[in-house]
Each structure stands twice: as C-alpha cells, then as structure tokens.
C-alpha cells in the first residue's frame, strides 16, 4: 500500500497512525498540494487533489481519510480493531469522531483564511466567518471533553477516537491563533501528551 500525503494534514497523520498500529505494510510517499509538481502527482490518486489519498496493493485509490480507515478496519483481525465492526459502541464513536472532524475542518479552513498559509489577502478576510470558525472549533473540543471516560476516550482501551483527536487536537493546537478563544480541554491535552510518546504517534508527528 501507498499513502500519498504529508503529516502536517490532520487527516492523513490518522491514517499514517492507524497504518502503524495496524503493523500493515506500506511506503508513505510525502504530497503536498501547495507544490504544483506534487499537486499533479496527487491528481492521479485523487481527482480533488486532496490529502491522504491510499492506493492499495490491489490498485484502488481511495480518497477521504473514513473511506480509507474503513478499508484498513477490513485488513485486520478483530482483537486489534481500534473500531468496533458493530454495535453501540462503534455508534457513539463514530458519532464523536464526527463532531471531532467537523471541528478540524473549521479548522483546516481557518488556516487557508489568516497566517503563513492564508489564501486571501488579509484585507479581503470576512472576520465574523472566521471568528465563527474558530468558536465551532472550539465548541466541538469542548463538547468532546465532556464525553471523554479515561483513561482513554472511550475507557481502558487506546481507539479510534484516540487516534484521530490527537492528530486533530495537535493540528488545531499549533494552527490556533493567540487572538482565537481558548480551548478548555485538559483531558485532551493530557491524552495527547500520553499518547504522543507512543512511537506511532512520535514518528507521524510532524513537529
Ligand atoms: N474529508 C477529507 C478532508 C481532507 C482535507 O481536508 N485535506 C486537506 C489537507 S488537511 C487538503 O488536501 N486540502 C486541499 C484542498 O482541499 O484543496 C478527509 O477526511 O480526508
């Protein structure tokens, strides 16, 4: 297999995280959208040129980190599953992943808007849609603190819902403005932190 992305995307460090818990064999091939020659190489596996995209040992590129985690979900065996196949539990996972991906796409889209990486000039930046960004960012976190069981997100066993906070949680960190309200989420910060020694964490993180 093939990943075709950079770690500085939240969604691909997911994928790059889960490929390593999931001791399944792969080359990661470093993409960047914002360099024109690599952006025509990753047209190829992805038609929206957007990162991750997987091409599997069969030939299929898949495009969007849930398509691609729920491929890699179908390659091992139950007792190492970070998502359960069936039941409550997957549920309620997949439905706090969700309000997780929702805030790190805000984000994602804060980040194309101001700073280093901005797209429109700063005199054309609507500040009430970014500020609005920022607050759902910040409201999806906190609403995710509140559901947290310990010592993992969803109790004694590292998940899928770990693995993608904490490359979300990273991202929005570092991404996040002085100028931006605060994040009031000390159990996610601690996860990260814990979590970040674990070496799929470490060698996929791209500070
Ligand atoms: N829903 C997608 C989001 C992927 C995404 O937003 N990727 C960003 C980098 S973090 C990207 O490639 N943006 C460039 C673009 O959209 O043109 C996923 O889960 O994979």
């Known amino acids: 297999m093939k990943l075709y992305g950079s770690f500085g995307s939240p969604f691909t460090r997911r994928v790059g995280v889960t490929l390593l818990l999931y001791k399944l064999k792969h080359e990661h091939v470093v993409l960047r959208g914002s360099i024109p020659e690599e952006l025509e190489q990753l047209k190829k596996f992805n038609p929206l040129a957007r990162v991750p995209a997987l091409e599997t040992d069969d030939g299929m590129a898949l495009v969007?980190?849930?398509?691609?985690?729920?491929?890699?979900?179908?390659q091992v065996d139950s007792d190492i599953l970070l998502t359960p196949r069936e039941g409550e539990q997957r549920t309620k996972m997949l439905n706090l992943i969700g309000i997780a991906a929702g805030a790190v796409e805000k984000s994602v889209s804060c980040y194309y808007e101001?700073?280093?990486?901005?797209?429109?000039?700063?005199?054309?930046?609507?500040?009430?849609?970014?500020?609005?960004?920022?607050?759902?960012?910040?409201?999806?976190?906190?609403?995710?603190?509140?559901?947290?069981?310990?010592?993992?997100?969803?109790?004694?066993?590292?998940?899928?819902?770990d693995v993608s906070l904490v490359c979300f949680?990273?991202?929005?960190?570092?991404?996040?403005?002085?100028?931006?309200?605060?994040?009031?989420?000390?159990?996610?910060?601690?996860?990260?932190?814990?979590?970040?020694?674990?070496?799929?964490?470490?060698?996929?993180?791209?500070?």
């Open 64 to 74: 969007d980190s849930v398509t691609i985690l729920d491929y890699l979900d179908q």
């Open 114 to 161: 101001e700073g280093v990486n901005a797209k429109r000039p700063a005199d054309k930046v609507y500040r009430p849609w970014v500020d609005k960004m920022y607050e759902q960012t910040k409201d999806g976190l906190e609403a995710i603190e509140t559901l947290i069981i310990g010592p993992w997100i969803m109790g004694d066993r590292l998940s899928q819902a």
């Open 169 to 207: 949680w990273d991202f929005i960190k570092k991404h996040r403005p002085e100028s931006a309200p605060r994040l009031n989420c000390p159990q996610l910060e601690k996860i990260s932190e814990k979590a970040n020694l674990k070496p799929e964490f470490s060698a996929t993180n791209p500070d």
